[in-house]
Antibody
Framework: QEQLQESGPGLLKPSQTLSLTCTVS??????????WSWIRQPAGKGLEWIGR???????YYNPSLKSRLTISLDMSKNQFSLKLTSVTAADAAVYYC???????????WGQGTRVTVSS | DIQMTQSPSSLSAFGGDRVTITCRTS??????LTWYQQKPGKAPKLLIY???SLQSGVPSRFRGSGSGTDFTLTISTLQPEDFATYYC?????????FGQGTKLEIK
């Protein structure tokens, strides 16, 4: 059973850079042909797809975030990461990492990490 | 982006009832449609993928149907653990998009 765990600072000031890491256990991130994704959910609201990275390093980003977003892979640590620059209050959310399956569905999720943006 | 419209946005039902949630997409997504269940403070749980395929371990009272732009999730014989929020998601085109959610509450 794949397990994913997000980590990163929970509180940021506006204009700072959000950096989150997802550690994948129970399997190597480089084995299999998977996309590794980030999804977020503002408090009390719905889900927003942020972007994904393939094991080859190819990335796909939500155009709404593309100018501020970088997703990267560290196979030596079995991790993938998200960097979002110039955060505002609109970026406050629970951030989930997840593994994308064949149909673009998500069976395996992290437990989520809450990010607050406040001065 | 492909727009997702779920209805209703909230729903009250009794245990034992049968309920249907619909998801409409702004353009065809073939059968690249997934349904999730989410409970407070938890990550979404995959229920149905490929519009109608039941995820392993999910009870058979959950059924998904549809293709193109119109999809339904039906829960027959509601159980206490089914009261939650349900989301649809399309994976036909990037960016993937989700419905706004349907909150299923106990009447």
């Amino acid at each position: 059973q794949e397990q994913l765990q997000e980590s990163g600072p929970g509180l940021l000031k506006p204009s700072q850079t959000l950096s989150l890491t997802c550690t994948v256990s129970s399997g190597s991130i480089s084995s299999g042909s998977y996309y590794w994704s980030w999804i977020r959910q503002p408090a009390g609201k719905g889900l927003e797809w942020i972007g994904r990275i393939y094991t080859s390093g190819i990335t796909y980003y939500n155009p709404s975030l593309k100018s501020r977003l970088t997703i990267s892979l560290d196979m030596s640590k079995n991790q993938f990461s998200l960097k979002l620059t110039s955060v505002t209050a609109a970026d406050a959310a629970v951030y989930y990492c997840a593994r994308e399956e064949v149909y673009g569905d998500y069976e395996h999720w992290g437990q989520g990490t809450r990010v607050t943006v406040s001065s | 982006d492909i727009q997702m419209t779920q209805s209703p946005s909230s729903l009250s039902a009794f245990g034992g009832d049968r309920v249907t949630i619909t998801c409409r997409t702004s353009q065809s997504v073939s059968t690249y449609l997934t349904w999730y269940q989410q409970k407070p403070g938890k990550a979404p749980k995959l229920l149905i993928y490929g519009a109608s395929s039941l995820q392993s371990g999910v009870p058979s009272r959950f059924r998904g149907s549809g293709s193109g732009t119109d999809f339904t999730l039906t829960i027959s014989t509601l159980q206490p653990e089914d009261f939650a929020t349900y989301y649809c998601q399309q994976s036909f085109r990037i960016p993937y998009t989700f419905g706004q959610g349907t909150k299923l509450e106990i009447k």
